[in-house]
Protein backbone atom coordinates (compact mmCIF):
# COMPACT_ATOMS: atom_id res chain seq x y z
CA UNK A 1 0.00 0.00 0.00
CA UNK A 2 1.30 3.49 -0.95
CA UNK A 3 2.31 5.70 1.96
CA UNK A 4 1.07 8.59 3.09
CA UNK A 5 3.16 10.98 1.48
CA UNK A 6 2.62 9.54 -1.66
CA UNK A 7 -0.77 9.37 -1.53
CA UNK A 8 -1.36 13.18 -0.21
CA UNK A 9 1.32 14.73 -2.83
CA UNK A 10 0.27 13.49 -5.57
CA UNK A 11 -2.89 15.19 -4.75
CA UNK A 12 -1.41 18.35 -4.75
CA UNK A 13 -1.73 18.59 -0.82
CA UNK A 14 1.30 19.82 0.97
CA UNK A 15 2.74 18.69 3.78
CA UNK A 16 2.94 21.97 6.67
CA UNK A 17 4.40 20.44 9.83
CA UNK A 18 6.63 17.23 10.55
CA UNK A 19 6.38 15.73 14.17
CA UNK A 20 7.56 12.86 15.79
CA UNK A 21 3.83 11.10 16.04
CA UNK A 22 2.02 13.30 13.64
CA UNK A 23 2.09 15.13 10.19
CA UNK A 24 0.14 18.42 9.43
CA UNK A 25 -1.45 18.46 5.77
CA UNK A 26 -2.90 21.35 3.55
CA UNK A 27 -5.56 20.58 0.73
CA UNK A 28 -4.26 22.30 -2.57
CA UNK A 29 -7.35 24.60 -2.61
CA UNK A 30 -6.14 26.24 1.13
CA UNK A 31 -3.52 28.90 1.63
CA UNK A 32 -3.67 28.75 5.57
CA UNK A 33 -4.13 26.92 8.25
CA UNK A 34 -4.77 22.56 8.93
CA UNK A 35 -6.65 20.55 6.53
CA UNK A 36 -5.76 17.41 7.56
CA UNK A 37 -3.68 15.31 10.34
CA UNK A 38 -1.47 11.92 9.94
CA UNK A 39 -1.17 9.85 12.95
CA UNK A 40 -1.20 6.88 14.13
CA UNK A 41 -1.63 5.56 9.82
CA UNK A 42 -5.00 7.62 9.88
CA UNK A 43 -6.41 10.28 8.16
CA UNK A 44 -8.29 12.66 10.24
CA UNK A 45 -10.17 15.44 8.30
CA UNK A 46 -11.72 17.96 10.76
CA UNK A 47 -13.48 19.42 8.86
CA UNK A 48 -15.14 19.12 5.07
CA UNK A 49 -12.34 19.70 2.73
CA UNK A 50 -11.78 18.60 -1.02
CA UNK A 51 -13.53 15.26 -1.84
CA UNK A 52 -13.38 14.62 2.06
CA UNK A 53 -17.14 15.97 2.71
CA UNK A 54 -17.91 14.43 6.07
CA UNK A 55 -16.48 16.42 9.21
CA UNK A 56 -14.64 14.57 11.73
CA UNK A 57 -14.15 12.13 9.48
CA UNK A 58 -10.96 9.45 10.04
CA UNK A 59 -9.85 7.29 7.04
CA UNK A 60 -7.10 4.57 5.95
CA UNK A 61 -4.58 4.78 3.32
CA UNK A 62 -6.93 2.62 1.13
CA UNK A 63 -9.66 4.66 2.12
CA UNK A 64 -8.29 7.96 1.16
CA UNK A 65 -6.90 6.56 -1.71
CA UNK A 66 -10.53 5.39 -3.18
CA UNK A 67 -11.55 9.00 -2.16
CA UNK A 68 -9.42 11.29 -3.25
CA UNK A 69 -8.45 9.24 -7.04
CA UNK A 70 -11.89 7.04 -7.62
CA UNK A 71 -14.14 8.90 -5.63
CA UNK A 72 -15.36 6.91 -3.22
CA UNK A 73 -14.78 3.65 -5.54
CA UNK A 74 -13.30 0.86 -3.00
CA UNK A 75 -13.79 -2.14 -6.18
CA UNK A 76 -11.91 0.63 -8.46
CA UNK A 77 -9.90 1.61 -6.30
CA UNK A 78 -8.82 -2.24 -5.33
CA UNK A 79 -8.67 -2.66 -9.08
CA UNK A 80 -5.83 0.09 -9.81
CA UNK A 81 -3.47 -0.81 -6.46
CA UNK A 82 -3.61 -4.92 -7.77
CA UNK A 83 -2.61 -3.21 -11.31
CA UNK A 84 0.11 -1.05 -9.72
CA UNK A 85 0.81 -3.98 -7.90
CA UNK A 86 -0.20 -3.42 -4.53
CA UNK A 87 -2.00 -5.72 -2.36
CA UNK A 88 -5.56 -3.92 -1.43
CA UNK A 89 -7.04 -4.52 1.99
CA UNK A 90 -10.32 -7.56 1.38
CA UNK A 91 -13.53 -6.21 1.42
CA UNK A 92 -15.29 -7.04 4.98
CA UNK A 93 -17.50 -10.26 4.91
CA UNK A 94 -20.83 -10.42 3.69
CA UNK A 95 -23.15 -11.08 1.13
CA UNK A 96 -22.57 -9.30 -1.91
CA UNK A 97 -22.43 -8.98 -5.89
CA UNK A 98 -18.86 -9.49 -6.42
CA UNK A 99 -17.35 -8.47 -10.02
CA UNK A 100 -14.85 -10.88 -11.13
CA UNK A 101 -12.22 -9.39 -11.45
CA UNK A 102 -12.35 -8.31 -8.29
CA UNK A 103 -12.16 -11.19 -6.88
CA UNK A 104 -8.77 -12.28 -4.78
CA UNK A 105 -8.36 -15.39 -6.69
CA UNK A 106 -5.75 -17.84 -4.94
CA UNK A 107 -2.74 -19.00 -6.29
CA UNK A 108 -2.71 -22.47 -8.35
CA UNK A 109 -2.02 -24.97 -6.23
CA UNK A 110 1.75 -26.00 -5.42
CA UNK A 111 2.82 -29.24 -4.95
CA UNK A 112 5.40 -31.52 -2.74
CA UNK A 113 4.90 -34.16 -5.18
CA UNK A 114 2.13 -33.54 -7.85
CA UNK A 115 -0.86 -35.96 -8.05
CA UNK A 116 0.26 -36.84 -4.64
CA UNK A 117 0.50 -34.34 -2.10
CA UNK A 118 -0.87 -30.75 -2.31
CA UNK A 119 0.84 -28.01 -0.41
CA UNK A 120 -1.61 -25.31 1.44
CA UNK A 121 -4.08 -27.90 1.36
CA UNK A 122 -4.97 -31.11 3.86
CA UNK A 123 -4.20 -34.28 2.59
CA UNK A 124 -5.46 -37.72 4.27
CA UNK A 125 -3.48 -40.61 4.79
CA UNK A 126 -5.50 -43.52 5.60
CA UNK A 127 -5.59 -47.27 6.00
CA UNK A 128 -6.02 -50.31 8.41
CA UNK A 129 -3.49 -51.06 11.38
CA UNK A 130 0.23 -52.24 10.07
CA UNK A 131 -0.17 -51.26 6.64
CA UNK A 132 2.06 -49.14 6.61
CA UNK A 133 0.77 -45.49 6.24
CA UNK A 134 3.69 -44.12 9.11
CA UNK A 135 6.71 -45.95 6.77
CA UNK A 136 4.98 -43.61 3.68
CA UNK A 137 5.17 -40.13 4.94
CA UNK A 138 8.69 -41.09 6.58
CA UNK A 139 9.40 -41.94 3.17
CA UNK A 140 7.85 -38.14 2.45
CA UNK A 141 9.68 -36.46 5.24
CA UNK A 142 13.04 -37.52 3.74
CA UNK A 143 12.65 -36.26 0.27
CA UNK A 144 11.84 -33.12 1.85
CA UNK A 145 14.26 -32.69 4.91
CA UNK A 146 17.05 -33.56 2.30
CA UNK A 147 15.76 -32.22 -1.00
CA UNK A 148 15.98 -35.27 -2.76
CA UNK A 149 13.93 -36.60 -5.76
CA UNK A 150 11.37 -39.05 -5.64
CA UNK A 151 10.24 -40.08 -8.68
CA UNK A 152 7.43 -42.51 -7.85
CA UNK A 153 5.57 -39.62 -5.98
CA UNK A 154 6.78 -36.94 -8.57
CA UNK A 155 8.73 -35.19 -5.97
CA UNK A 156 11.32 -33.09 -7.89
CA UNK A 157 14.88 -31.96 -6.74
CA UNK A 158 14.79 -29.16 -4.61
CA UNK A 159 16.18 -26.98 -1.78
CA UNK A 160 15.61 -29.16 1.94
CA UNK A 161 12.70 -27.48 3.88
CA UNK A 162 11.38 -28.62 7.45
CA UNK A 163 8.87 -30.70 8.54
CA UNK A 164 6.88 -30.32 11.71
CA UNK A 165 5.27 -33.76 13.28
CA UNK A 166 2.80 -34.68 15.84
CA UNK A 167 2.86 -38.39 16.97
CA UNK A 168 0.67 -40.02 19.11
CA UNK A 169 0.71 -43.87 18.17
CA UNK A 170 4.20 -44.84 17.61
CA UNK A 171 6.98 -43.84 20.40
CA UNK A 172 9.90 -41.17 19.43
CA UNK A 173 12.29 -43.67 19.61
CA UNK A 174 11.07 -45.74 16.79
CA UNK A 175 9.71 -42.85 14.57
CA UNK A 176 13.06 -41.40 14.95
CA UNK A 177 15.04 -44.49 13.65
CA UNK A 178 12.47 -45.23 11.10
CA UNK A 179 13.53 -41.75 9.73
CA UNK A 180 17.22 -41.99 10.28
CA UNK A 181 17.26 -45.45 8.37
CA UNK A 182 15.04 -43.40 5.51
CA UNK A 183 17.64 -41.21 5.05
CA UNK A 184 15.70 -37.65 6.36
CA UNK A 185 17.71 -35.11 7.70
CA UNK A 186 16.95 -35.01 11.19
CA UNK A 187 17.66 -31.51 12.44
CA UNK A 188 14.88 -30.20 10.05
CA UNK A 189 12.17 -32.50 11.91
CA UNK A 190 10.81 -30.59 15.04
CA UNK A 191 8.18 -32.55 17.17
CA UNK A 192 5.14 -30.30 18.72
CA UNK A 193 4.97 -32.39 21.92
CA UNK A 194 4.89 -30.95 25.68
CA UNK A 195 8.22 -33.23 26.97
CA UNK A 196 11.47 -32.89 26.20
CA UNK A 197 11.39 -36.75 25.53
CA UNK A 198 8.72 -36.21 22.67
CA UNK A 199 5.97 -37.60 24.43
CA UNK A 200 2.99 -35.09 25.24
CA UNK A 201 0.28 -34.78 22.72
CA UNK A 202 -1.29 -31.66 22.21
CA UNK A 203 -5.19 -31.28 21.39
CA UNK A 204 -6.99 -29.24 18.78
CA UNK A 205 -10.26 -28.10 19.48
CA UNK A 206 -11.94 -25.56 16.82
CA UNK A 207 -10.99 -22.38 15.96
CA UNK A 208 -7.65 -21.13 16.09
CA UNK A 209 -7.30 -21.26 19.85
CA UNK A 210 -4.97 -22.87 22.52
CA UNK A 211 -2.58 -25.85 20.98
CA UNK A 212 -3.33 -24.71 17.88
CA UNK A 213 -3.18 -21.04 18.05
CA UNK A 214 0.20 -21.71 19.92
CA UNK A 215 1.30 -23.73 17.26
CA UNK A 216 0.39 -21.31 14.84
CA UNK A 217 3.23 -19.15 16.73
CA UNK A 218 5.89 -21.29 16.32
CA UNK A 219 5.36 -21.18 13.17
CA UNK A 220 5.42 -17.36 12.46
CA UNK A 221 8.75 -17.04 14.35
CA UNK A 222 10.41 -20.21 12.71
CA UNK A 223 13.86 -19.76 11.59
CA UNK A 224 12.14 -21.43 8.13
CA UNK A 225 8.82 -21.92 7.49
CA UNK A 226 7.84 -25.70 7.11
CA UNK A 227 7.07 -26.90 4.06
CA UNK A 228 4.84 -29.91 5.66
CA UNK A 229 3.10 -31.04 8.68
CA UNK A 230 2.75 -34.41 9.74
CA UNK A 231 -0.50 -35.70 12.52
CA UNK A 232 -0.31 -39.74 13.07
CA UNK A 233 -2.76 -39.79 14.41
CA UNK A 234 -5.12 -37.25 14.05
CA UNK A 235 -7.59 -38.52 15.85
CA UNK A 236 -5.99 -38.73 19.19
CA UNK A 237 -5.32 -34.83 18.73
CA UNK A 238 -9.43 -34.41 18.34
CA UNK A 239 -10.34 -32.24 21.64
CA UNK A 240 -12.88 -34.61 23.60
CA UNK A 241 -15.54 -32.55 23.61
CA UNK A 242 -16.09 -32.70 19.88
CA UNK A 243 -18.19 -36.08 18.16
CA UNK A 244 -16.09 -36.06 14.87
CA UNK A 245 -18.98 -38.60 14.01
CA UNK A 246 -21.27 -35.51 13.80
CA UNK A 247 -20.37 -33.71 10.10
CA UNK A 248 -20.64 -29.96 11.53
CA UNK A 249 -18.33 -30.72 14.35
CA UNK A 250 -15.86 -32.51 12.42
CA UNK A 251 -15.71 -29.92 9.87
CA UNK A 252 -15.01 -27.44 12.72
CA UNK A 253 -11.94 -29.67 14.03
CA UNK A 254 -11.18 -29.92 9.93
CA UNK A 255 -11.11 -25.83 9.28
CA UNK A 256 -8.34 -24.64 11.98
CA UNK A 257 -6.11 -27.38 9.67
CA UNK A 258 -6.98 -26.31 6.69
CA UNK A 259 -5.93 -22.55 7.88
CA UNK A 260 -2.63 -23.58 8.62
CA UNK A 261 -2.23 -25.06 5.43
CA UNK A 262 -3.01 -21.80 4.00
CA UNK A 263 -1.07 -19.01 6.81
CA UNK A 264 2.24 -21.25 6.19
CA UNK A 265 2.18 -22.35 2.94
CA UNK A 266 2.82 -26.13 4.11
CA UNK A 267 0.86 -29.42 3.01
CA UNK A 268 -0.54 -30.75 6.10
CA UNK A 269 -1.08 -34.64 6.06
CA UNK A 270 -3.58 -36.33 8.68
CA UNK A 271 -3.14 -40.12 9.18
CA UNK A 272 -6.07 -42.21 10.05
CA UNK A 273 -7.47 -45.45 10.24
CA UNK A 274 -9.76 -47.36 8.14
CA UNK A 275 -12.84 -48.87 9.80
CA UNK A 276 -14.11 -52.57 10.34
CA UNK A 277 -16.90 -52.48 7.92
CA UNK A 278 -16.73 -55.52 5.22
CA UNK A 279 -16.99 -53.44 2.39
CA UNK A 280 -14.02 -52.65 -0.52
CA UNK A 281 -15.69 -49.26 -0.35
CA UNK A 282 -13.14 -46.77 -0.29
CA UNK A 283 -15.70 -44.10 1.27
CA UNK A 284 -17.22 -46.33 3.61
CA UNK A 285 -14.14 -47.60 4.74
CA UNK A 286 -12.40 -44.19 5.80
CA UNK A 287 -12.88 -44.27 9.52
CA UNK A 288 -14.24 -41.21 11.56
CA UNK A 289 -16.34 -39.21 9.48
CA UNK A 290 -17.33 -38.32 6.02
CA UNK A 291 -16.51 -34.71 6.65
CA UNK A 292 -12.51 -36.20 6.32
CA UNK A 293 -13.01 -36.97 2.89
CA UNK A 294 -15.65 -33.54 2.19
CA UNK A 295 -12.89 -31.57 3.51
CA UNK A 296 -9.13 -32.86 2.12
CA UNK A 297 -8.10 -31.84 -1.21
CA UNK A 298 -6.17 -35.45 -1.39
CA UNK A 299 -7.23 -38.52 -0.07
CA UNK A 300 -3.95 -41.31 -0.22
CA UNK A 301 -5.48 -44.76 0.90
CA UNK A 302 -2.90 -47.35 1.83
CA UNK A 303 -3.71 -51.50 2.20
CA UNK A 304 -2.73 -55.00 1.73
CA UNK A 305 -3.68 -58.02 -0.40
CA UNK A 306 -4.99 -60.97 0.81
CA UNK A 307 -2.29 -62.93 -0.64
CA UNK A 308 0.56 -60.23 1.44
CA UNK A 309 -0.33 -61.66 4.29
CA UNK A 310 0.31 -65.38 3.35
CA UNK A 311 4.30 -64.28 1.91
CA UNK A 312 7.49 -64.10 3.49
CA UNK A 313 7.64 -60.69 1.87
CA UNK A 314 5.28 -58.26 2.64
CA UNK A 315 3.97 -55.44 0.66
CA UNK A 316 1.94 -51.91 1.02
CA UNK A 317 -0.06 -50.53 -1.96
CA UNK A 318 -0.94 -46.63 -1.75
CA UNK A 319 -2.37 -44.51 -4.19
CA UNK A 320 -4.77 -41.88 -4.37
CA UNK A 321 -8.13 -42.22 -3.74
CA UNK A 322 -9.58 -38.74 -4.27
CA UNK A 323 -8.20 -35.70 -6.14
CA UNK A 324 -9.92 -32.86 -6.52
CA UNK A 325 -7.05 -31.17 -9.10
CA UNK A 326 -5.77 -34.29 -10.92
CA UNK A 327 -6.75 -37.41 -12.29
CA UNK A 328 -5.67 -40.14 -9.97
CA UNK A 329 -3.18 -41.98 -10.44
CA UNK A 330 -2.18 -45.64 -10.30
CA UNK A 331 -1.57 -47.04 -7.11
CA UNK A 332 2.29 -48.06 -6.40
CA UNK A 333 2.75 -51.58 -4.54
CA UNK A 334 5.90 -50.90 -2.29
CA UNK A 335 8.11 -54.27 -0.61
CA UNK A 336 8.71 -53.96 3.19
CA UNK A 337 11.86 -54.14 4.19
CA UNK A 338 12.76 -54.97 7.99
CA UNK A 339 16.43 -53.60 8.50
CA UNK A 340 18.81 -54.66 11.64
CA UNK A 341 19.84 -50.67 13.14
CA UNK A 342 20.90 -51.88 16.16
CA UNK A 343 22.73 -54.81 18.48
CA UNK A 344 20.00 -57.38 18.96
CA UNK A 345 19.35 -58.29 22.66
CA UNK A 346 16.91 -60.44 24.57
CA UNK A 347 14.50 -57.33 25.05
CA UNK A 348 15.05 -55.29 21.66
CA UNK A 349 15.21 -56.90 17.96
CA UNK A 350 17.27 -54.39 16.41
CA UNK A 351 15.13 -53.93 14.04
CA UNK A 352 12.98 -51.35 12.17
CA UNK A 353 10.95 -51.26 8.99
CA UNK A 354 11.38 -49.11 5.68
CA UNK A 355 9.85 -49.00 2.10
CA UNK A 356 11.81 -50.38 -1.08
CA UNK A 357 11.74 -48.85 -4.03
CA UNK A 358 8.42 -49.43 -5.36
CA UNK A 359 6.78 -50.83 -8.53
CA UNK A 360 3.66 -48.90 -10.20
CA UNK A 361 0.31 -51.20 -10.65
CA UNK A 362 -1.56 -51.13 -13.43
CA UNK A 363 -4.85 -49.86 -11.99
CA UNK A 364 -6.07 -47.34 -9.03
CA UNK A 365 -5.94 -48.09 -5.31
CA UNK A 366 -9.63 -48.48 -5.55
CA UNK A 367 -9.86 -50.95 -8.05
CA UNK A 368 -7.01 -53.05 -6.36
CA UNK A 369 -9.45 -52.74 -3.21
CA UNK A 370 -12.11 -54.14 -5.28
CA UNK A 371 -10.64 -56.80 -6.86
CA UNK A 372 -8.79 -58.30 -3.59
CA UNK A 373 -12.58 -57.95 -2.00
CA UNK A 374 -14.05 -60.39 -4.83
CA UNK A 375 -10.96 -63.03 -4.53
CA UNK A 376 -11.79 -62.98 -0.89
CA UNK A 377 -15.35 -63.76 -1.42
CA UNK A 378 -14.50 -66.37 -4.51
CA UNK A 379 -12.25 -68.11 -1.24
CA UNK A 380 -15.29 -67.71 1.52
CA UNK A 381 -17.92 -69.90 -1.06
CA UNK A 382 -17.96 -73.40 -0.89
CA UNK A 383 -19.34 -73.56 -4.24
CA UNK A 384 -16.82 -71.12 -5.60
CA UNK A 385 -14.09 -71.19 -8.46
CA UNK A 386 -11.96 -72.66 -5.96
CA UNK A 387 -13.62 -75.70 -5.75
CA UNK A 388 -13.62 -76.23 -9.62
CA UNK A 389 -9.87 -75.53 -9.66
CA UNK A 390 -9.47 -78.36 -7.04
CA UNK A 391 -11.25 -80.96 -9.48
CA UNK A 392 -9.25 -79.49 -12.16
CA UNK A 393 -6.44 -80.52 -10.24
CA UNK A 394 -7.51 -83.92 -9.79
CA UNK A 395 -8.07 -84.25 -12.97
CA UNK A 396 -5.05 -82.98 -13.99
CA UNK A 397 -3.04 -85.21 -11.84
CA UNK A 398 -5.35 -88.28 -12.72
CA UNK A 399 -4.49 -87.53 -15.96
CA UNK A 400 -0.28 -88.19 -16.02
CA UNK A 401 -0.79 -90.91 -13.33
CA UNK A 402 1.93 -89.26 -11.79
CA UNK A 403 2.37 -89.25 -7.29
CA UNK A 404 3.81 -85.65 -8.00
CA UNK A 405 3.81 -82.47 -10.19
CA UNK A 406 5.74 -79.59 -10.68
CA UNK A 407 4.18 -76.50 -8.45
CA UNK A 408 4.94 -74.59 -11.46
CA UNK A 409 2.98 -76.22 -14.28
CA UNK A 410 0.10 -77.06 -12.33
CA UNK A 411 -0.69 -73.19 -11.41
CA UNK A 412 0.16 -72.70 -15.31
CA UNK A 413 -2.49 -75.12 -16.28
CA UNK A 414 -4.90 -73.84 -14.16
CA UNK A 415 -3.81 -69.74 -15.19
CA UNK A 416 -4.66 -71.61 -19.06
CA UNK A 417 -8.48 -72.60 -17.87
CA UNK A 418 -8.70 -69.24 -16.61
CA UNK A 419 -8.55 -69.45 -13.05
CA UNK A 420 -7.79 -66.24 -10.71
CA UNK A 421 -4.18 -66.33 -8.85
CA UNK A 422 -6.58 -66.40 -5.37
CA UNK A 423 -8.60 -68.78 -6.55
CA UNK A 424 -5.39 -70.84 -7.81
CA UNK A 425 -3.02 -70.64 -4.76
CA UNK A 426 -7.09 -71.41 -2.66
CA UNK A 427 -7.11 -74.78 -4.66
CA UNK A 428 -3.55 -75.89 -4.38
CA UNK A 429 -3.25 -75.61 -0.84
CA UNK A 430 -6.50 -77.20 -0.27
CA UNK A 431 -6.11 -80.29 -2.46
CA UNK A 432 -2.88 -81.05 -1.70
CA UNK A 433 0.67 -80.24 -0.60
CA UNK A 434 3.74 -78.65 -1.58
CA UNK A 435 7.08 -79.00 -0.92
CA UNK A 436 10.71 -79.13 -2.57
CA UNK A 437 11.80 -82.87 -2.36
CA UNK A 438 15.17 -81.86 -1.37
CA UNK A 439 16.78 -78.43 -0.20
CA UNK A 440 17.37 -76.33 -3.19
CA UNK A 441 15.23 -78.18 -6.05
CA UNK A 442 11.93 -76.56 -7.74
CA UNK A 443 8.24 -77.20 -5.42
CA UNK A 444 6.43 -80.41 -6.09
CA UNK A 445 2.46 -81.05 -5.61
CA UNK A 446 0.91 -84.41 -4.33
CA UNK A 447 -2.70 -85.11 -3.35
CA UNK A 448 -4.28 -85.58 0.01
CA UNK A 449 -4.20 -89.10 0.82
CA UNK A 450 -8.01 -88.62 0.78
CA UNK A 451 -10.36 -89.76 -1.69
CA UNK A 452 -11.30 -87.53 -4.73
CA UNK A 453 -14.52 -88.16 -3.79
CA UNK A 454 -14.64 -85.98 -0.99
CA UNK A 455 -15.22 -82.87 -3.68
CA UNK A 456 -18.57 -82.73 -5.50
CA UNK A 457 -18.33 -85.41 -7.65
CA UNK A 458 -20.37 -82.53 -10.07
CA UNK A 459 -21.54 -78.68 -10.26
CA UNK A 460 -24.55 -79.04 -12.29
CA UNK A 461 -24.23 -75.95 -14.83
CA UNK A 462 -20.50 -74.96 -14.28
CA UNK A 463 -17.71 -75.93 -16.14
CA UNK A 464 -13.68 -76.40 -15.05
CA UNK A 465 -13.01 -74.27 -17.38
CA UNK A 466 -14.06 -71.08 -16.91
CA UNK A 467 -14.24 -69.64 -20.67
CA UNK A 468 -14.55 -65.46 -21.23
CA UNK A 469 -15.10 -64.82 -17.14
CA UNK A 470 -12.04 -66.85 -16.43
CA UNK A 471 -10.00 -64.68 -18.89
CA UNK A 472 -10.99 -61.48 -17.54
CA UNK A 473 -10.03 -62.44 -13.84
CA UNK A 474 -6.66 -63.17 -15.66
CA UNK A 475 -6.15 -60.17 -17.06
CA UNK A 476 -6.93 -58.20 -13.97
CA UNK A 477 -4.97 -60.43 -11.78
CA UNK A 478 -1.84 -59.59 -14.33
CA UNK A 479 -1.83 -56.56 -12.94
CA UNK A 480 -1.20 -57.53 -9.38
CA UNK A 481 0.82 -60.93 -10.00
Keep these: MPEWEEILTGAGWAQINQGMFSNIWRHPSASIGVSATVKNDLLQVPGPVGPFTEPGGVYTRFQAIAIINHGGDEQAARRALREAGYHPPSEPPGLRLRRLTDIDVPPPTRWIGPGWIPRREITVLVGGEGDGKSLFWVLVVAAVTTGSPYKHLNIPARQPADVVIIITEDSTAEVQARLKAAGADLARIHIYCTDDDGSGTPTFGEGLNGD ?9 TAPEPPAMIVVDAWLDT ?18 PWKQLADAHDAAVILVTHTNRMDTSNTRDLMGGTAALRQKAR ?24 KANTTGLSHALKFTVAVMQVRPRTDDDPGTVARLQEPMQTLATIRTHLEQWRDEQREANQPSSRAVLAQRAIQEYMQARKAASVPVADLKDHLKELGYSKNARDTAVKAAG ?43 EDSNTS
Design 238 to 255: VAGGLNIRDTQQARAALH
Design 298 to 321: MVLFTARANHDREEDEQHMWIGPD
Design 212 to 220: MLLLHAYLE
Design 433 to 475: ESRPPAPGEPWVFSLHGAEPASLPASLPGLDVSLGSQGDREDR
